[in-house]
Nanobody
């Protein structure tokens, strides 16, 4: 069975840091792109970042560029999202997703992804 297990969320003060993990199993991890998405209350889900496990290229939303870093440990089938300088507007449920044929020019579109994990809640207090 395909599984994507997101973890690492929590409550943090503005300016703080968190590291999210996405542990994957049940599919060819090296051949997939892994994306992080988030959904804040009352808002649509938005793409945060993406990494191509085949060549390591990374992509970021403008709102998180320079603050968040995505990385992948192919030996552990795990993708990380290091989030620094967190802001209250980063508060959301964060999801990871995997896609075998993600068109990287539109990595931020959720339709590009085949598998989704459950979310992990990140709350940033002001």
């Amino acid at each position: 069975d395909v599984q994507l297990q997101a973890s690492g969320g929590g409550l943090v003060q503005a300016g703080g840091s968190l590291r999210l993990s996405c542990a994957a199993s049940g599919f060819a991890f090296d051949d997939h792109a892994i994306g992080w998405f988030r959904q804040a209350p009352g808002k649509e889900r938005e793409g945060v970042s993406c990494i191509s496990n085949s060549d390591g290229t990374t992509h970021y939303a403008e709102s998180v560029r320079g603050r968040f870093t995505i990385s992948s440990d192919n030996a552990k089938n795990t993708v990380y999202l290091q989030m620094n300088s967190l802001k209250p507007e980063d508060t959301a449920v964060y999801y990871c997703a995997a896609g075998s044929s993600v068109l990287l020019a539109v990595w931020m579109l959720d339709v590009e992804y085949d598998y989704w994990g459950q979310g992990t809640l990140v709350t940033v207090s002001s």
